[in-house]
């Protein structure tokens, strides 16, 4: 996994997807500067100590944040009202990135969940 994979992926995403996921990125890289930052499943991933922690992807009309646990999404459901999601995906406005608290408090839920 290195962080020109997670480049490569998003210069072939299109604007304004990439300006919004390139966002994403730099806040997940602020929360968890230890985390490996690469490719996983064919969308950009950040796992630490071996276990993935966040990831995105750009879809056609939305883009999408992966805790890589669905249970994630059950423990902070009251935060996640205005947002559609499924138990594995989260999805938010190509033009909009997701609020940094909000993406502060999935990552530390899905570390709390590895660090039990």
């Known amino acids: 996994m290195t962080a020109k994979e997670v480049d490569t992926y998003l210069a072939k995403v299109v604007q304004p997807h ?6 994403l990125r730099k806040t997940i890289k602020q929360l968890i500067p230890a985390a490996e930052e690469g490719i996983a499943y064919g969308m950009p991933a950040y796992k630490l100590d071996g ?3 966040a990831g995105f992807a750009a879809f056609n009309n939305h883009c999408s944040y992966f805790p890589y646990n669905g249970s994630v999404f059950e423990e902070l459901h009251a935060e996640l009202e205005k947002y559609k999601y499924s138990k594995g995906a989260l999805q938010f406005a190509v033009d909009k990135p997701l609020p940094k608290t909000l993406v502060r408090k999935l990552i530390a839920t899905r570390k709390s969940q590895i660090y039990r």
Not at 18 to 23: F, G, H, M, Q, Y
């Open 18 to 23: 990439r300006a919004t996921l390139k966002e």
């Open 51 to 53: 276990k993935y922690v």
